[in-house]
């Protein structure tokens, strides 16, 4: 089946660093990916789209300066959490579509921890 | 805008049917996804509805009504390994891979 990886799965840093959290598609080439962020006991929240060679497309509310995504390969997206803050705390889960059974599903990454202290 | 409502919390016991529901409202429309998330983990698909109807998957039902802006996700055969948090998505509104996710539903399956 089809596998996203995430990495790392926990990060603690402390306010005003950066953070890069990659998430890879493991057996099959993914020309997008999504990040989305959820906050305990909430839904997950879209919030960029990731395309392979191109620039990301940011949900409305999501500022681009502060989440840089990068997605330089096929199999691989990049989310850079900049000058991080406590309020950024939150799991960050990527997802990739991938083909399978006859519907373009979504599978979805481990997740990435971040804590901002 | 859109949005997706559906039931904060449904308790039932093992061996019991539980149904969960999800309205939505969205700009467009190409499908409704469900998906299975325990705590800590990743979201993980259960079954996916582009037409009315029922689909069927094992213990796991979907049934859809776009006339209604409606679907639920039937479970039958209770299971401990139930309990997690249940989450209808619509594919649609400005991209057919985007999804958008509902409120989420919390089931705890009791012994």
């Known amino acids: 089946g089809a596998v996203v990886s995430q990495h790392p799965s926990r990060v603690i840093c402390k306010s005003g660093t950066s953070v890069k959290i990659e998430c890879r598609s493991l057996?099959?080439?993914?020309?997008?990916m999504f990040w989305y962020r959820q906050f305990p006991k909430q839904s997950l929240m879209l919030m960029a789209t990731?395309?392979?060679?191109?620039?990301?497309?940011?949900e409305q509310g999501v500022e681009k300066d502060k989440f840089l995504i990068n997605h330089a390969s096929l199999t691989l997206s990049t989310l850079t959490v900049t000058s991080a803050h406590p309020e950024d705390s939150s799991f960050y889960i990527c997802?990739?579509?991938?083909?399978?059974?006859?519907?373009?599903?979504?599978?979805f990454g481990p997740g990435t921890r971040l804590t901002v202290l | 805008g859109q949005s997706l409502e559906q039931p904060s919390e449904v308790t039932a016991v093992e061996g019991a049917i539980v149904q969960i529901n999800c309205t939505y409202q969205?700009?467009?429309?190409?499908?409704l996804s469900w998906y299975q998330q325990h705590d800590g983990g990743a979201p993980t698909f259960l079954s996916y509805?582009?037409?009315?109807g029922l689909e069927e998957t094992g213990r796991f039902s979907s049934f859809l009504s776009r006339s209604d802006s409606y679907g639920y996700l039937l479970l039958q055969e209770l299971q401990m390994k139930d309990s997690a948090s249940y989450f209808c998505a619509v594919r649609g509104g400005t991209g057919f891979q985007k999804l958008v996710f509902g409120t989420g539903t919390r089931l705890l399956v009791s012994p």
């Open positions: 057996d099959f080439q993914a020309t997008t």
């Open positions: 990731s395309n392979e060679g191109s620039k990301a497309t940011y």
């Open positions: 969205t700009s467009g429309f190409y499908g």
């Open positions: 997802s990739a579509y991938h083909l399978a059974g006859g519907n373009n599903e979504q599978f």
């Open positions: 509805n582009a037409l009315d």
